[in-house]
């Protein structure tokens, strides 16, 4: 199916919920808006029917862990995974989820690296469930981050406005949302990078960047609509934060 209904959600149920319906081929957006808050997602039934749901999670609600190993991750050591991470993480590893993106070989460190996102189950199945209440079938859900185009380059961040802050791409498995009164604080504490911005600054980090000892270079991408960014990024995300216990199952013809 060429188009899909995109939402980005939260943990918090009275925060709103942005959503639209893109379609991959003509690359556009058929029909946007935003909830209120979560009790209104039954108007987005019928936008859902034949179309993949994908959610696009909260920063706040998913933690990216690169985790480093001087052996070559083997099925025991992933699977020993959560509890090796255990004293990282302020919650119980057993309500915990967790999901491996990738695994490989850091030739500069020489090290091998697992890419692993954590949430919380109750918050990844409540997203579930409350969409199954709706008639809606989730079929992915992504950290919302990692929809915001990536400059490979390690100097270089991505940047866009979003809600009430910024969403933060600062690596390939790393980024952040930043409320916009903190902004200017972050780009105090910056050197020697690189901001793509897709939207507009605030005085502050321009003027931070105008500090010659920091040496930091803004460059304006086209500015673009946050949702439309993220789910044009989305839909080049294979990953999927839905394997094992929550993997979408497929649908029973009830005949």
Not at 151 to 162: A, T, V
Not at 165 to 186: A, H, M, S, T, V
Not at 189 to 201: A, D, E, H, R
Request: proline share 6%; glycine share 4%.
């Amino acid at each position: 199916m060429s188009e899909k209904l995109i939402l980005r959600m939260s943990s918090q149920k009275a925060s709103p919920v942005s959503w639209l319906v893109w379609s991959d081929v003509t690359n556009e957006v058929i029909v946007s808006g935003e909830l209120q808050d979560q009790s209104e997602l039954s108007s987005l039934s019928r936008y859902a029917q034949g179309r993949p749901v994908t959610i696009l999670a909260n920063s706040g609600d998913v933690r990216l862990i690169k985790h480093m190993s001087a052996i070559k991750p083997t099925r025991q050591v992933l699977k020993a995974l959560p509890y090796m991470l255990e004293d990282e993480l302020a919650d119980d590893i057993e309500k915990l989820h967790f999901a491996i993106q990738d695994v490989g070989f850091d030739k500069e460190l020489e090290q091998h690296f697992i890419n692993i996102a954590v949430v919380n189950k109750v918050s990844l199945a409540g997203w579930v469930s409350l969409l199954a209440d709706h008639d809606i079938r989730v079929n992915h859900i992504l950290p919302e981050v990692l929809c915001i185009p990536l400059d490979e380059k390690p100097e270089h961040i991505s940047l866009i406005e979003i809600a009430n802050g910024y969403l933060i791409r600062e690596g390939e498995w790393q980024g952040c949302f930043i409320e916009k009164d903190w902004l200017p604080l972050y780009a105090q504490q910056m050197s020697n990078k690189t901001i793509n911005f897709y939207s507009p600054l605030p005085k502050e980090v321009i003027d931070a960047a105008e500090d010659e000892e920091k040496s930091i270079t803004l460059i304006a991408e086209d500015p673009e609509l946050p949702m439309l960014l993220l789910a044009q990024q989305a839909a080049k995300q294979k990953w999927n934060l839905l394997p094992g216990e929550f993997a979408p199952k497929k649908p029973v013809s009830k005949a």
